[in-house]
Each structure stands twice: as structure tokens, then as C-alpha cells.
């Protein structure tokens, strides 16, 4: 089992900086790779960035070039780093860890953090 926390949520205004963390904990040598992905209101959950153990990274062409998802093995853990940030971006926003055995994959999920854009 994989155990994610999300930290870093909140209210910020058009054009703001935030970053998320997640933590992740348990048997994290058996995580491939691990992302951020969100939910809007009425809107299904969507992928926004992913990273792999070899550093490999994957944008949603929405937030390419205003996101960056980062890895620190040293300590467990993703930041998803949000700049220019718009309304749009408003979401809880869930860390993901990727367990990938043969042809069969198995998603860990965390609660989730609130990001709301507004002025």
C-alpha cells in the first residue's frame, strides 16, 4: 500500500504562485510514476502533470509552461509548482502514485488539496 498526504492548497488571485506537495509513504519502491491530477465542479477528474522515477514528465497542454511537477526522492515526495494561475485552474487538485505490474496498473490517490483562482 501507498499512503499520499497533499499540502499547499488555497486561495490565490489571477495571476498568483502556488505550490502543492504530497508526501508519499508506505511501499513507495514499488511506485512508477506519480502525477497531479484535478477535478472541477461538474467536470471529470483530468490529468495534470505526471513524472516518472527517471525524471520523465508530462504536461496537460493547459498548464505547459506555467506548471512544473518536480520529484525529490530523498524525502517521498511531488511538488507541482502553479504560476500565472487562473480561474480556470480553480480544482482539488489529488496526487496520484502509479504502481505498473506487467499490463495491469494500480492508482493510489490522495484526498485531496482545494486550489480556488479568484480576486
Known amino acids: 500500500q501507498v499512503q499520499l498526504v497533499e499540502s499547499g492548497g488555497g486561495l490565490v488571485q489571477p495571476g498568483g504562485f502556488l505550490t502543492l506537495s504530497c508526501a508519499a509513504s508506505?511501499?513507495?519502491?514499488?511506485?512508477?510514476?506519480m502525477g497531479w491530477y484535478r477535478q472541477a465542479p461538474g467536470k471529470q477528474r483530468e490529468l495534470v502533470a505526471s513524472?516518472?522515477?527517471?525524471?520523465?514528465?508530462n504536461y496537460a497542454d493547459t498548464v505547459k509552461g506555467r506548471f512544473t511537477i518536480s520529484r525529490v526522492n530523498a524525502n517521498n515526495t511531488v511538488y507541482l509548482q502553479m504560476s500565472n494561475l487562473k480561474p480556470e485552474d480553480t480544482a482539488v487538485y489529488y496526487c496520484?502514485?502509479?504502481?505498473?505490474?506487467?499490463?495491469?496498473?494500480?492508482?493510489?490517490w490522495g484526498r485531496g488539496t482545494q486550489v480556488t483562482v479568484s480576486s
Open positions: 496520484n502514485a502509479r504502481r505498473v505490474l506487467g499490463p495491469a496498473k494500480i492508482d493510489y
Open positions: 508506505g511501499s513507495i519502491f514499488s511506485i512508477n510514476a
Open positions: 513524472i516518472t522515477g527517471g525524471g520523465v514528465t
